[in-house]
C-alpha cells in the first residue's frame, strides 16, 4: 500500500533545523536516567504546577522508562476496562523535565533516538473503551444508543513486530502518542492534544524524528508518555498497541524561535501539526502553519506556497478520537532546497 | 517523505475484484471513443436527466477525452477566475454512459488504464477561487473577510512531470477528480462528492486502479471528468493542477453486489471511499465501511477489524474543499490474506 | 418558559416586503385548488425536471392538500418504520407550482395564511427511525452502535392542541417544514435543506409569515410540504408531529431581489436562514445574511450591524438532523427603524 | 420578535431545586463581600491550583465585585484591542470561593439575585478582536485572510437599558458570562466552556435564575466573572456588552447529587447545558442531558422524553465564537408536571 509507515535513521540529525539552530548545535551533552524510581508519580495535567523531576542542558540525553496509557492496569484480556480506568487519572507522563535556559518565545526540540519495549509479555495492550473511539457515539458527541462492547487484546511486541493475531503480524513501528511542553498557566489533562503538544498520536513521532515544540513558560517543562508498537492513521477504535518502553531522546533548545504549534521533522520532510474539532480545523491549522513556515524560513511566496501545497501537500491523521483530533501537514524536503 | 503517492501497475488487475466478480471477468470487449465531438455538451450535475452518448457491454473499453475542471476557460495566468467561471457550469463531465445490465443492487467497477496529456502547453491550470479552499471563508464556512487574491497558475505538463514552478517540478501523479454512476432521483452537481461518487478529488483514483460505485439506476450512468495532473491530500488551495486528457477505462459490472459508497482497489490495498462534513464524518463512513467489508467479504470479527485497523488502517484525506470532504480509508491487502 | 413559540398574525401582512416590492403589491388574485387529485404523483426530488401541476400569477391564492412526511403510511404504534419507509420516497412535496414572470434573479414570496389539520384522528405521527436523529449513530455519523429502539406515536391533532399523552398536552402550532423553488440544474432530494430552501423544519415558517425563496430556474417551480403540528428546536429525535394538512398560501414575486438564501419575515422581526454542516455553519451563514440585509437594506454599517447583533441576534436551531441543519438569525423589526 | 429574553423574578426561589434539596433548603446566611479589595489578583484559569479568597457556608449570600472582560483596559474607541490585550491574561475571574462541605459528586447550586452596573460611563464595552468572533478566520479555523477591521465601542449602560447607538436602544438583560466549579486536575484559561462550566455566555444565566454546578474538588472551588449587560444569541461578533458589575449571588449545596455538565434553572423551564465544537456536539450533549433528567427524576420513559422534545424542546445558543461552543437545550415546567 502506498500511504506505508517507515522508519527513520538518525543519521541525518546532523543537518536538521535542531543541530543547525539549537544551543548544543549536534554536541553531545550528559545522559540523564529518568526511571520510574526517579520519577515516582506519573502525571496526569500537563501544566505548570507539578514539580520538576530533572533539569537538563541543551544537547543532554534523557533515556526514559515510559508507563503504557493504562499505566499498567489493563493485565488481561479478560479485564473490563471501565473497572480499571479512571478518569482522568489515564496516559501517565514523565516529567516535568525542566531545561536550561528555555524561556517563553523560544522552542525545544526533542529528538527521539530509539524507543525499546520493556516489560513481561504480552506487554501490548490494546482495547475497546465505552463511549470512547471513532465509530461510536462518546462523551461529546452524545448519542443514546448503547455502548459497544469492552475488549481487550494483549499483544506480542518485540523491537521487530506486533503480532497481532494469528492471522495477522504487524510491524513494529514504535513512536511517542504524547509530548509537551507546559501550557502558559492552564494545565491540560494528558489525554488532550492542543498548541502545547499533548496527546496528539501522530504515528511520525518516532525514532530519528524531531519534533519542535513551543516553550511557554520558564524552563519548558517536558513531558513525554503513551508509547505505541503500531498506530493506524486516525487511531479508529481509540486506542494503538499501548506499551511501556526505554524510550531515548535528545533535547535541544532553540533561542528566540516563536513557533504557534508543534511541528515535526524527517529526515525527507517537514510537517506542522494542528489539534481542534472538527477535523477540518486541525487540518487548517497545519496546513496554515505550513505555508507560514515555508513563507518565513525557505523563501516562498505565500501564494506560491499555498497553491504548490494543493499539489504536493501530504495529510497524516493522528488521531479523530481524543478530546481534540490531531492532524500533521507535510511537505517534501526536496521542494524546499 | 514516507507518505509518497505513486502510480500503480496494471498487471494486477487479473486478481481484481473486478475480474474475478465482474459478468467480463477480465475477458476484453469493444473498444469506445468518447471524443469532445461524440460528448457534444459536457454535463454539470449527475443524474438520471441526462441523455446517455454511449451504451457499453461489461469488459468494453472507452477512450474518454475529459475536459479540464474549467472547460479551458483559463488560458492566462493574467485571467481572472471570476470573470470566466459561473456556477454551476464547472467541472464538466463526460457521460453518461450506459452500462448494458446494470441495475439497482449491483456495483460498477471502472479501471482507469492510463490517463494521457492533450492539448497545447501550458496545458495544466491551477487558481485561487475567491471564498474556495480550505484556507479561506467560502460559501458555506461564511465570513466578512476580504477574500483572498484571485491567482492564475499556467503550468506545463508532460507525462512524466509536472513544471510547477523554477523551483520545483512535481512528478506526474494523474487520477481522476470526479467519477460518478447516477443516484436514483437527485441530480447532484459534478463540484460535490457524495455516495454516488463525484467530485471525490482522491489521489488514488488513478491508473492502475479500480473504483466500485454503486449502480442506482437502471444502466449505472457513469459520468467521468476532471482530471488532475497531480494533487496533494486535501487539494488544500481548492485547485489541482487540472487538465486536458485522453483517458482510457475499462467497464465491467458486478451483479448482485450492493455497496453503499464507492470503493477503490489497487495492486496492494482496498480502500472505503466516504464524503461528508465535517471531515470526522467522512473518516467515520469510509472506516465503517471498510469494517463491515472486512467483516463480510474477508471473514474478520467485526470488533477485530476495528481494533486491528487502529493498528494499520491509513487514511488519505482526498478534499477538504469541495461542498462535502472526502477520505479514503484503506488496508494493506497482506493483512487480508 | 422564555423561548415560546407562538401564532403570528396575518394583519400585518400589508407592511411586509412582500405587499411593499411584490408585483401584486398585496392586491388578492385567483384562488387555485391544488388537490390531492390534482397533484396526483407526489415529488420527493425539488429540481427542474418534473411536470408543472399549476401556473399562478403573482397575488394568487392557493389551497394546498399536504400529505403527513410519511404519506400516510404509518397508520399505528404497531408499525415498523424501516419496514414500510424507502428512501428516497420519503416527504412527499406537492408541486412544483409556476409563477408566471419569475426568472432567476428575482424572488418568489410565499405567505402562509392557514394551515387546517385535515384526515382521521389519530392524525399526527412521531417516530423513531433506525440511525436518523440527533441522538443516534447515523448514515453520515456512521457508528458501530445498535441503532435505537424503533418507536411509533401516533398523536390527535386539532386547532387547538397537540395530545402528546396523558400526562402531556402541546399547543397546536402548525408550521411547513419543506419549503422550496426549484435549484437551476441539480435536484436535491426533499430531505435536504439547502440555498434552494427545502427541507428546513424551521418552527418559524407558520401561519402569519412570509418566506422568500431565490427563483433559480424560469417560473420559480414551487414545492411545498412536510407539515408540523408541532417541533421543537432541532427536532432532536429526527421527526415532528407530522400530519396531512390543508394548507393555504398567497404567492407573489419581488422583480430584481436575488437574494442567496431564504429569507423569513414575520410581523416583529425579519430572519435569514442558512442550511449547512456542521452546525457552526448553518449559523455563520444565517448570520452574514442578515449582516448583508442590514446593510443593503436598511442603512446599517456592516460592522455596527454585526457588533449590534453580537447583543441583539436571534437565533433559531431549525433542525440538526437532517442531512442539511437548518438555523435561522433573526433581529427585531424595533431595532430596524 | 418571538424569541424573546426576559428577566426572571427571584420570587419562585423557593420552589426551585435549590431550595428543595440544598443543605440550607432556603435559609438566609451569612452575607460576605468580595470586593476588588478582597479578590487582589484576579484569576484568568480555572482549576485547583489558586488560593482561596473567601470561604462560604450553603445559604451564605456573597457580593461580588466583577471587572469587565478585558479587566477595564479598553477606555476609548480610539483604543487598539490588539494593544491593549494579552493572551491568556482576559476574562479576568473573582474567587476561588470555597463552600463547606462540597465534596465530589455533590452539586453547588448558585442563584444570581441582582446584577447592578457600577463604574463611570460609558461603562459597556464591546469589541472587534482580530481572528476572534464567527464571522471571521480564527485561530482554530485558520484561514490566511486578512483580519477584520479592530472595533472598539463604548457604550452607557444602566439598570434599564444599553445605549447602543443614536439609533438602537437595547433592555438591560444582565447575565454571567463564566461561572464555574473547578476541574479536578486541569486548569482551563477562563475564555473555554467545559463541563466545569466556564465561559459559557449564555443569556439565560442572569438574575432570577440557578445554576448547577458539578463540584470535582474538595471545596468546589466557585469561579464568577464576565458580567454582559446584553448578548444576542451565540455571542456573534465574539464580545457581548462587557461591564463591571456588583453581582449578588447566593450559594446552597445539594448533597450526592452528580450531575455531569451545568445546568439551569428558571421560574418556568430547566435547561441542560453542553459544550464543545462542532456546535451539533454541544447541542447533543445538552439534549442528551436534559433526556437523562427527565428520565431520572420526572419519570419519564427515555424514547417518550426523546421523542417529546422534538415537539416542545428549546433551544438557547449561547455562544459560537469560543474555544467551545455552548447550548442550552430547556423543557418547560408545565410539561414536567
Not at 2 to 14: D, G, H, K, T
Not at 155 to 176: A, G, K, M, N
Not at 254 to 264: D, G, Q, T
Request: glycine fraction near 8%; charge should be negative; aromatic fraction near 8%.
Amino acid at each position: 500500500m502506498e500511504l506505508v509507515m517507515r522508519q527513520y535513521p538518525n543519521s541525518w540529525i546532523a543537518d536538521s533545523i535542531m543541530c543547525k539552530r539549537g544551543v548544543a548545535g549536534g554536541a553531545s551533552g550528559t545522559t540523564h536516567e529518568l526511571t520510574e524510581a526517579v520519577q515516582g508519580t506519573y502525571i496526569y495535567t500537563i501544566g505548570p504546577y507539578s514539580t520538576p523531576v530533572l533539569t537538563v542542558k541543551p544537547g543532554d540525553r534523557v533515556v526514559v522508562e515510559t508507563k503504557d496509557a493504562f499505566e499498567g492496569a489493563i493485565k488481561s484480556e479478560d479485564d473490563k476496562p471501565s473497572e480499571l480506568l479512571k478518569m482522568p487519572f489515564l496516559n501517565p507522563q514523565c516529567g516535568p523535565i525542566m531545561v536550561e535556559g528555555a524561556e517563553p518565545g523560544d522552542t525545544v526540540a526533542v529528538h527521539i533516538e530509539s524507543m525499546v519495549p520493556r516489560g513481561p509479555q504480552p506487554r501490548g495492550t490494546c482495547c475497546m473503551i465505552k463511549e470512547f473511539g471513532a465509530l461510536t457515539g462518546t462523551y461529546y458527541t452524545a448519542t443514546l444508543n448503547e455502548p459497544l462492547p469492552e475488549k481487550v487484546r494483549k499483544v506480542h511486541v518485540d523491537e521487530q513486530h506486533v503480532y497481532w493475531s494469528d492471522r495477522v503480524t504487524l510491524p513494529y513501528r514504535p513512536h511517542i502518542g504524547t509530548l509537551s511542553c507546559s501550557p502558559e498557566i492552564d494545565s491540560i489533562n494528558s489525554l488532550t492534544p492542543d498548541n502545547h503538544g499533548g496527546n496528539m498520536d501522530l504515528p511520525d513521532m518516532g525514532p530519528g524524528t524531531v519534533t519542535y515544540l513551543p516553550v511557554r513558560t520558564p524552563g519548558a517543562r517536558i513531558f513525554i508518555g503513551d508509547a505505541h508498537a503500531s498506530q493506524g492513521d486516525g487511531e479508529v477504535c481509540g486506542v494503538a498497541v499501548e506499551y511501556p518502553t526505554v524510550t531515548t531522546i535528545t533535547v535541544d533548545l532553540i533561542k528566540n524561535w516563536a513557533i504557534e504549534w508543534p511541528r515535526l521533522e524527517a529526515d525527507d520532510f517537514i510537517m506542522a501539526i494542528g489539534s481542534a474539532r472538527p477535523l477540518e480545523d486541525a487540518t487548517r491549522i497545519a496546513y496554515r502553519e505550513l505555508v507560514y513556515w515555508m513563507e518565513r524560513e525557505y523563501g516562498f511566496d505565500r501564494w506560491d506556497a499555498y497553491m504548490m501545497l494543493s499539489q504536493c501537500g501530504k495529510v497524516r491523521l493522528g488521531n479523530f478520537v481524543d478530546p481534540k483530533y490531531t492532524v500533521g501537514a507535510a511537505v517534501s524536503k526536496k521542494y524546499l532546497a
